[in-house]
């Protein structure tokens, strides 16, 4: 696994969302009360950008359908999204926020 260094955690705001690059994959990166997590951006139902969407608690709302995610584990919470989302594993070290991919 390489570990790629994405934002400064101070920069991400609690219970939002901003989307990152990592290899030419597009990554939804999370700050929520209990840490930093990281899934696929695009929703696995129709192509939307989940950084566009709406954090609540630890569920990430899609903008096109209004499909729901568990964030730390992909898991679809509503409907209409039936696939989990892929999620990365994110590691802190020195205020800095890292993906792991591969």
């Known amino acids: 696994m390489q570990w790629h260094y994405v934002a400064l ?3 991400l705001e ?6 990152v690059n990592v290899e030419n994959t597009p990554i939804a990166l999370y700050r929520l009360a209990d840490g930093c997590f990281a ?3 695009i929703c696995t139902h129709a192509y939307a950008c989940l950084s566009d969407g709406f954090v609540e608690n630890d569920t990430v709302e899609c903008p096109l359908h209004q499909g729901i995610f ?3 584990t992909g ?7 039936t696939e989990p989302l892929a ?8 205020g800095k926020v890292y ?3 591969g």
Not at 14 to 19: G, L
Not at 75 to 81: D, E, L, Q, T
Request: net charge negative; charged share 30%.
């Open 70 to 72: 568990h964030i730390p």
């Open 9 to 11: 955690f101070d920069d």
């Open 39 to 41: 899934t696929h951006d």
């Open 75 to 81: 898991r679809p919470v509503s409907g209409p999204v």
């Open 14 to 19: 609690e219970d939002d969302v901003v989307r």
């Open 99 to 101: 993906v792991g991919i």
């Open 87 to 94: 999620t990365y594993p994110v590691r802190l070290e020195g």
